[in-house]
């Protein structure tokens, strides 16, 4: 019975070699044969099964645990490698008890309380993770590790200021550790702080250029800030580096969709499916680029599909509904009522579901129904994000002082001579679509729709104009650099089209801001300022719930002293820049399509094509809020359509009061 003992010891020394050098397989086959001589040996049952679940053996290794720790249940090691393999099968509750019962034989272990504190976060429990992680850097001060976990849960329930003070204590102990900086990174990100993000990225990259990872968040901080061109080749590094990555081509065909390029889009978007075709968010994304390209039948087959694999996909019915008038409810409205009522829907899923279901009750006529499901939507999500609407007012206050009549003046003849750009703009749903839809029909004519492309030839043509010295850093630049930001914007839309069309149309809603620096970098371009009723067009802004920075849309009252602030930018363009711009209405153009037509094409210097009139039947893809209505002839139902909420639209009515006409 002792050599048979001394036997198994030396068999254990062997095994436990090959365990720390690395010898995994050797290892393994040695604990197994100890186990056939000594079936309750708890070590060797302890470290085979830590061996199995590293290997992926998830059931095998929780068999071998879970005796080990029958066999020694006082042993605290046992009970927090059994913790660590329910970890990593999510099996949250259990994984909890047993790092509590490890903790309970071995108070002062800061790992445990770090690994239990990460349990409690995987399994909701936020409040009770800190302290478990407090706890951790309590019996450890300069456990980095925790304190970089600690700033991840921080910042993932909206404490930033507190999450950026913890990533500073662990890259203070660890500052080599590339995942670190991405992380302060993503910090930084979600406040906003590009900049900032940027720069902890970058130091990541430089740490570890081959960081699939760091490209990933580094696109996406750059698409966030509205620089496609740099998110785009962000993406490229990280497909390079990984792949077979579908989020990452995901990503790539979000960039392409942008720029305007839906047949990539699309591409990136089919690639996402080759490589998971069970990936939901890629059977979404898919159904809007085919949406987008005016294939409904298949889009629709695409939403349903993401709907099968993730039933509570809220983004999906949104999508659905957005686009197809409802006269009675169906089997997806149903569905949509039901997950609605659901106890358990968290906001996230809960914001795109209240839009939804308003537009399907407005259909219906049911207006207070409506109002109730578009003021939750709005309500939630404007608790997603931090927004002063005085910062927008403080920003044009500035633009007007800069780019005044005496500012126009000393440039009259500046910039590029090229009549290439046709800038379409003015607040979102306010008919910049129908605009151009309408010219893009013209023979001479090409749309590229909504793309970042002025605003990215402005900060990316001269390294040194930034947003942090905009708009004053514009009277630093002479007439050449001017003419070389016009160049570069031509250049960036006929990117998308090819050197063919004479005119190109940019619709970019937002490009009011950027009217004073077109000016002198393109004398010549057409500007058409599209314009709405005002409590119409802020109300279609209300229920719709944008993919992009419309951090004025959430708020009635924020959304009517943004509109007022829109307008005062406005009437300054017009007063400094007299004739240089078309004031194109909705209503006329449903009162007189015709002479609508006529006058828009006549100030952007175009011949009559009485294709414009059938702009319906124009074949392109149509990205907005307002695709289905592009392809159909005008209509006048949603003229007014704000007066059916007039008892619940107080504050923006009130916001609205003083605006200029």
Known sequence: MTDELQDIDTAM???????????????????????????????????????????????????????????????????????????????????????????????????????????????????EAQSAFRQALVLKPDFAEAWHRLAVLQESIGRQESALESHQRALALQPSRADFHVALGNTCRAMRRYDAADAAYGEALRIDPDNAVAWHARGRMQYERGDLDAARTAFMHAARLRPGDAAIHLDLGVVARELGEHKAALAHYNRALE?????????????????????????????????????????????????????????????????????????????????????????????????????????????????????????????????????????????SADTTPIVICGMPRSGTTLAEQILASHREVAGVGEVQDLPNAVWRTLPALRRENFPEGAREFDRAAFARLGEAYVERLRAHVGPKPARICDKLPGNFFQIGMLRVMLPHARVIHCRRNALDTCWSIYKQLFGGRQYFAYDLAELGQYYRIYQRLMAHWAAVLPGHLLEFDYEAVVEDQEAATRRLLEFCGLEWDPRCLNFHTTDRAVKTASLSQVRRPVYGSSVGIGEKYADHLGPLVEALKNRET
């Open 13 to 127: 020394q062997l095994a436990m070699s090959h365990h720390r050098e690395g010898r995994r397989g050797e290892a393994e086959a040695v604990y197994r044969r100890i186990l056939v001589q000594a079936p309750d040996h708890a070590h060797a049952l302890h470290l085979l099964g830590m061996l199995v679940q590293r290997r992926g053996g998830g059931e095998e290794a929780l068999e071998l645990l879970r005796r080990a720790v029958d066999l020694r249940p006082d042993e605290p090691n046992y009970r927090f490698g059994l913790a660590i393999t329910l970890s990593a099968q999510a099996g949250w509750p259990e994984a909890i008890a047993a790092y509590r019962e490890a903790l309970r034989l071995r108070p002062q272990w800061p790992e445990a309380w770090m690994n239990l504190a990460s349990a409690l976060k995987a399994h909701g429990d936020t409040e």
């Open 275 to 415: 490589i998971n075709p069970d990936d939901a968010r890629a059977h979404y994304y898919r159904g809007v680029a085919l949406q987008e390209l005016g294939q409904l039948t298949e889009a629709r087959a695409a939403y349903r599909a993401a709907l099968e694999r993730k039933p509570d996909y809220t983004e999906v019915f949104r999508a659905l509904v957005w686009h197809q008038r409802y006269s009675e409810r169906d089997v997806e409205v149903e569905s949509m009522e039901r997950l609605w009522k659901r106890q358990t829907l968290d906001d996230e899923r809960r914001i795109p579901l209240a839009f939804a279901l308003g537009k399907v009750c407005e259909d219906l006529g049911e207006y207070d129904a409506a109002f109730g499901y578009f003021e939750t939507g709005n309500r939630l999500k404007r608790a997603t994000y931090r927004y002063d609407v005085a910062e927008e007012e403080a920003y044009v206050e500035r633009l007007m002082a800069v780019f005044d009549a005496q500012f126009f003046a000393a440039r009259s003849d500046w910039g």
